[in-house]
Structures are given as C-alpha cells and as structure tokens.
C-alpha cells in the first residue's frame, strides 16, 4: 500500500484515540467529584479526566521484597471493617460537614507524603506515633486522649466517646496502617471503631484520584 493509502487508517485512528481520550471519567456515573475541606480549604476531589493517564511509578512495581513487603489479608482483625474508595469518600463527606466524630489517618512515613501526598481530608499520624517502641507510653496515652477522645481513669481506659478512626499506607503489601490498627486492639480500643482502607494508596492513585501536597 502506498503512503497515501496508509495515510486514511492513520488519520482515523487518530481521531478515534482523539476521541477516546475525551470520554467522561466520574467517580461513578452519578457522581462527577466531590468537594472536601483539606488544612481549612476547599478542595475537589475527582479523577484525571485523561483517558490515557497512568499510575504513578512509585506505585508501579509489582514484586517488592518480603519481608517486609508481604501481601496483608482482606480482613485484618475480627470487627475491623475493610474500607474501599467509594467508602473512604463517605468518610470524607461526614470530615466535611465537621462531623468530629471521625478521623482519616495517613499512617505513613514523612519521605512518602513529601513523594506522593497525602489524601485530602486526611490527618497525617505516622506508625511509630503509636508504637511502644517508638513512642513512650505517656505520648501514646495523649494521642489517645487528646486525638481520639479517649478517656482515661487511672491504669484503665474509656472508649464510649472516642472516634472512629480510618487508616491507610501505601497499599495491600504495606504494614504500616496495619500495625497501628493493632496496636490500638491491643490498647482495648474497640474493633467496630477501627476500619482500614486495605488498598490505600496505590488504589488510590490507580483510579487516578487526586492527592494533596504536603507542606515540608
């Protein structure tokens, strides 16, 4: 075929890609994005409109080592509820509308959030912030009162009014957000006020869902 003859197929192709790459991208058919107040601003959260957009690298590779990269089960503890996006938006909607009543934890370590963001609406509290052997038993009993509304009498605690509390890390292969979770069942804190965005935020990035820059 000669170059003119090639040159109709290219040409439609083209337009064909042109095209696809104009196609709607909601967060479901009802629902194109959704506002959310992050650090006291607004901030919309909707997916790259780019047909073609690709996942960021940091969340490309497939094979990390483990340990202690290993693969963490669907459900983490008895009456902890694993969380999805669509779930994690909820989450953001009641943050929102000031219901202070829950909390979305990033769990991570400082060098991810400067790398990737943080997820709007989210509250950073790294995995050693509750750990004993990174934080004193005094610090950890202050993040318990003074964050979560816990209440302390003596050697025992009150959970009746703390929050329910979302965490998340880098993904299913990351440990982070599952040891604070455990951490907190070991502290007494309740299971059905504990819930875990599994995916965190390779599927977050993998739907193409904005991330909000975190100051250094």
Known sequence: MSPRGLLG????????????????????ADQPYLDVVHEGRLFRIQRDPDNFAQIDPDYAMTSRPCPP????????????????????LEVLKRISRRDDSVMLLDSREEEWLQRSGIIPGAVHMPWTRLHPAHADAEAIADTLQLSFGAARNGILWNFENAKTLVFYCNGIWCGQSPTNIRQLLALGYPAHKLKWYRGGMQSWKSVGLPTAPVKK
Not at 9 to 28: E, F, N, Q, Y
Not at 70 to 82: D, F, R, S
Request: glycine content about 8%; proline content about 10%.
């Open 69 to 88: 990269y290993c693969l963490q089960p669907m459900q983490l503890a008895p009456g902890v509820e694993t969380l999805g996006e669509l779930e994690v």
């Open 9 to 28: 197929p290219l040409l439609a192709a083209l337009a064909l890609t042109a095209i696809a790459a104009d196609k709607p991208v909601g967060i479901t």
